[in-house]
């Protein structure tokens, strides 16, 4: 059962007075920094799920033990992204300096094929990749948190997911923030669900939730680990709904689902060393792209937010979004031109493209050609542990609440990850991205990301964890965080608050978020030639700064509930 019950908490007041507020470095007084603490640290897009990871480091475990508590106090308290019915990616930095990844992404049914979401006449049906059953992709989430704790954890599994039991049971006061994105997507759980009362009313802030079937779920992933939620009767509920709703997911698909350990993507930015997730994912790859492209260009002197820095900005990310559309998919069944896309001669070429008196139009860049060619919702946590080590970690649904299709009796929400392929060459996707054959659908196949969770190392030593959601905004919210830092000398909490702006290539316009960038700014960068266009928010960053002293900086974005926590 999921019920609700009222009771007005708090914690909606507390949560709002703490919210820093936006960084904008020409408001004179307008500097401030981060949650700082000496040992350890968590920041999440929830209260409670930071409360649970700073609560598993402080019982002796890991960075690794906090990141699947966290993960799974998400799929809790944050139904909009965090999930068990999604996907993610782990970036991991052991204290000795060593890196890993894991890819726990989604995978396509053993039924998908590539013009599943084509009519006769082969035009995309609308939204058929994004609500409902069929939009659903294989989910990794459990499997990637058994496999980290496998290699990775400290304490014992059941402990880790315990707390979670209990946020589910006992329940917690939905955030302002929460009731009304909840509110706005009601009539979307009523048409888009078979046989269940979750989510069917509105909801108002400070409601304690309760969901009694999503705490016997992760009772069963406790007690039984993997098999808890990929075997028996989870998965039976699961292959159910499928049925109920004319989706292609069953048994076997997810009896086979396996995460993947992957070697990390790595690349240099000045001092700093990069390591990112690798494909399946575009992030790391088009991260690297974007801060190698930038490298020589003075952004410092040319400062935070003006005309020629966003001018640059936008232009290497038009490139490097040009060559995400056709080189990148899933290695296992692409040939991903990993080397040549980072080759320095490669993207000495393509810089020669950018003209900083004025903008490129889109159409006339296409990918380039490198070596080794023929051819929003989401979310991010960052943990840095006692010992030092650390873990970056995005996961999504994909869109808001993914496909807005709960597996009935278990009480949890499936993915839209299916959208994230490319449908048919040249038709945008949810976040109007442009793919081609290397991210069709193909049967077991991981549909493209751009979730970039990121560690930054200088001189050798940890200095950042980030990340973020967001789509296809995800990569450049995560370069422009590092170069808030890195280029601007901003604080951590001032770098993840500062505004935000994108580009990526196709539509042919540089988003700003509401009130970016002076008069005399926009005016300039009208005149270079940009499409300037206001829209919400752009991605979410929870990221940690290791400061000169030492300490650690927890930056919680300012645009949700997010919450950065130490000790
Ligand atoms: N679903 C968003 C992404 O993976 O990029």
Known sequence: MFRTSIIVLLI?????CRTPPRFDPGDVGARYTGVLSEKAAVVSAHPEASRVGLEILRQGGNAVDAAVAVQMALAVTYPVAGNIGGGGFMVLRLKNGTTHTLDFRETAPAEAHRDMYLDKEGKVIPRLSLDGHLAVGVPGTVDGCVMAHRRFGKLKWAQLIEPSVQLARQGFAITEKQAKRINENIENFKKFNTDNDYFQSAVIAGEQLVQEDLANTLALIRDKGRAGFYEGSVAEQFVSEMQRGNGIIGLEDLKNYSSKWREALVGQYKDYKIISMPPPSSGGVALCQILNLLEDYP?????FHTPATVHAMTEVERLVYADRATHLGDPDFWEVPVAGLLDVDY?????????????????????????????????????????????????????AYGSKTFVSGAGFLLNNEMDDFSAKPGVPNYYGLIGGEANAIAPGKRMLSSMTPTIVEKDGELFMVVGSPGGSTIITSVAQTILNVVEHGLSMGESVNANRFHHQWRPDTLFIEEGTFDRKTRKRL???????????????????LVRENGELEGGADYRGDDTALGF
């Open 526 to 544: 009208k005149k270079l030639g940009h499409y300037v266009v206001e829209r919400d928010p752009i991605g979410r960053v929870d990221a940690i």
């Open 299 to 303: 952004i410092k002197d040319w400062g």
């Open 12 to 16: 909606v007041l507390i949560s709002a």
């Open 347 to 399: 993207l000495k070429r393509r810089k020669a493209l950018i003209n900083m008196d004025a903008a490129t139009r889109s159409d006339l860049i296409n990918a380039g050609q490198p070596k080794g060619t023929e051819g929003e919702q989401t979310t991010h946590f960052s943990i840095v542990d006692q010992e030092g080590n650390a873990v970056s970690v995005t996961t999504t649904l994909n869109a």
